[in-house]
């Protein structure tokens, strides 16, 4: 197991706890821990894309991180009108 791969292990257990929040808590600060998995997805594939050499790997990650925000800012606008 490379350094690399460690690293995407350790943030990938990260994503346990904000799968709690998102399930238990008020819509508000699931919202927010839904953003900060998206973030670490984002590294995730990056770590995977140095890991394995796949320079793929880090386009597709460079769209998740695009696509999160805007769906993050739309999601944001949804709560805050139901709200």
């Given amino acids: ?6 690293a995407c292990t350790a943030l990938l257990l990260g994503l346990v706890p904000l799968g709690a929040v998102i399930v238990r808590r008020p819509i508000l600060e699931a919202v927010v821990a839904l953003e900060l998995a998206s973030v670490l997805n984002t590294l995730v594939l990056l770590l995977l894309a140095e890991a394995f050499h796949r320079p793929g790997f880090m386009d597709l990650a460079v769209v998740l991180a695009l696509l999160s925000l805007a769906g993050g800012l739309a999601l944001a606008r ?4 139901w709200l």
Avoid: K, N
């Avoid at 949804?78 to 009108?81: D, G, P």
């Fill in 78 to 81: 949804m709560v805050e009108r």
């Fill in 1 to 6: 197991m490379t350094v690399w791969l460690a």
